[in-house]
């Protein structure tokens, strides 16, 4: 058995408590510090996790010497610097999901995993569902997607950033799905038009609601529509799923065991196994790929991807007009290019061949 890989977590928040328990349950890690701003929070939070002797820092720079492997859970406009900084010390970096706010941080990022020769992997919980994993099987099984929705509807009460954000829906919420999409369709979106509103009596002040629809390369249109202002009968908060194919349908109702039926009539029973789930399976999958130097999903430059389609819908509802996820790639690589400061970054980046072919977007 080989050691247990020594973890430096950055962040001590809601979401940090959550990694601080994960990473307590599984034997393969060693936590041998904690970072944040606010030592008084961090302390507690250690302390309240079984880790009484733990090393705290308000800096990477304090602790970085002990550790093999950094867990970002920061708040997302922290993590270009905090990822960037850990990167560059030579450390892989597991960072919670969204990468960065935009796409052209984002691709700081992949200039600084591959400068520094480091895993930067994103934590994309979603992906990490058992009855994802049995949905998944069904689909193989039925065949090509033609078409893929998601349903999602709640009514949260934040009380916070979120109810003042212009799209709190499409920003905050919609990467789980759009990015789920991708992994159960198998293929990449080209495009998407979407629409977002607020209700009369919605209780944020941007759009809490959209709809989007997006095509993918290999044909399949992916449907969104959900909002955050809908009190009754409420999805689950990963959605509710349907998928259409020649040899059958599938649903999921973002809870329970997947459900599908062959066009005999005939049902297409879940196969459900007992690997890890949500952000246990994020770590689980890190862990394996530090130590086999293997590329596991939602690796650094396919999960810009992702984000890439949560700014494409927003400038599509923005402008009324389907947008290109190619285009906000190419607009923010301009971007990128003309902003950031680290030379050896800028470097690395001018020698892309193109940032499409650099996130898997073309051959």
């Known amino acids: 058995m080989p050691d247990p890989l020594r ?16 990473i307590a349950a599984n034997p393969d890690v060693q936590l041998v510090g904690l ?35 950094v867990i970002d859970v920061t708040v997302p406009v922290a993590h270009p610097k905090v990822s960037v900084d850990a990167l560059l010390r030579g450390l892989p970096v597991m960072c919670e999901k969204p990468l960065a706010e935009t796409v052209r941080e984002c691709l700081q990022m ?7 020769g480091k895993l930067l992997m994103v934590s994309q919980s979603r992906r990490y569902f058992r009855a994802v994993a049995a949905f998944q099987r069904q689909l193989a ?24 954000m212009a799209e ?28 977002s509103y607020n209700p009369p009596w919605s209780w944020f002040d941007g759009n809490a609601a959209a ?26 908060w990963n959605g509710f799923w349907r998928a259409s194919t020649a040899g059958g349908t599938a649903t999921w109702d973002g809870d329970n065991a997947p459900v599908a039926e ?5 049902p297409l029973p879940a196969t459900m196994s007992d690997e890890p789930q949500e952000i246990a399976g994020s770590l689980v999958e890190f862990v394996n790929a530090v130590r086999t130097s293997t590329t596991p999903q939602s690796e650094v430059h396919s999960n810009v991807v992702s984000l890439a389609m949560v700014e494409a819908a927003v400038r599509s509802a923005d402008t009324g007009e389907i947008v290109r996820v190619a285009d906000v ?12 400061q680290d030379p050896a970054l800028v470097a690395a980046m001018k020698a892309w061949p193109s940032v499409l072919k650099v996130v898997g977007l073309e051959g």
């Open 7 to 22: 973890l430096l977590q950055v962040g001590a928040g809601g979401m940090g408590r959550a990694w601080l328990r994960t």
């Open 35 to 69: 970072v944040d701003l606010d030592l008084e929070t961090a302390r507690a939070a250690a302390d309240q996790h079984g880790f009484t002797d733990l090393p705290i820092a308000t800096s990477i720079d304090e602790l970085s010497k002990d550790a093999e492997a």
């Open 110 to 116: 992949v200039a600084a995993s591959e400068v520094s």
């Open 141 to 164: 099984e039925l065949g090509p997607i033609g078409t893929l929705s998601c349903e999602f509807y709640k009514a949260p009460h934040f009380s916070g950033f979120r109810e003042r």
């Open 168 to 195: 709190p829906l499409l920003v905050d919420m919609a990467i789980h799905q759009f990015d789920l999409s991708r992994k159960l369709i198998g293929s990449e979106p080209v495009s998407v038009y979407c629409d």
């Open 211 to 236: 709809s989007a629809i997006f095509t993918y390369a290999d044909g399949t249109r992916f449907s969104f529509d959900g909002s955050w202002c809908a009190p009754g009968l409420e999805t689950s």
């Open 262 to 266: 062959l066009t005999s009539g005939e």
């Open 329 to 340: 790639l190419e607009g923010a690589y301009a971007e990128a290019l003309a902003t950031i």
